[in-house]
Nanobody, 115 residues
Framework: QVQLVESGVGLVQAGGSLRLSCSAS????????MAWYCQSPWKQRELVAS????????NYARSVKDRFTIARDNVKNTLTLQMNSLRPEDTAVYYC????????WGQGTQVTVSS
């Protein structure tokens, strides 16, 4: 069965950094696009960043471009999100998933950025 487990919960001050990880099991990780999403109480879940199966192509939401970096390790079946220059508006629960065919959502990981 498919399992996506996010980790890296953190509380940081504005301007700080965090690194999130997503461990995937039960899927052929290396053949799937992967993506990070975020959801806050006042917004619907939205796409933050995506990455091609090989890791050679990435896309970012305008709000995080040049601050966040998505990467993957197809040997370890792991997806990461390096978050720099964090802002209070980045506060949300972050999830990973396959963007073209959603798998069961994991529990997500809480990121809180204080001003």
């Amino acid at each position: 069965q498919v399992q996506l487990v996010e980790s890296g919960v953190g509380l940081v001050q504005a301007g700080g950094s965090l690194r999130l990880s997503c461990s995937a099991s039960g899927i052929a990780f290396s053949i799937h696009y992967m993506a990070w999403y975020c959801q806050s109480p006042w917004k619907q879940r939205e796409l933050v960043a995506s990455i091609t199966p090989t890791g050679m192509g990435t896309n970012y939401a305008r709000s995080v471009k040049d601050r966040f970096t998505i990467a993957r390790d197809n040997v370890k079946n792991t997806l990461t999100l390096q978050m720099n220059s964090l802002r209070p508006e980045d506060t949300a629960v972050y999830y990973c998933n396959t963007p073209y065919q959603y798998r069961p959502w994991g529990q997500g990981t809480q990121v809180t950025v204080s001003s």
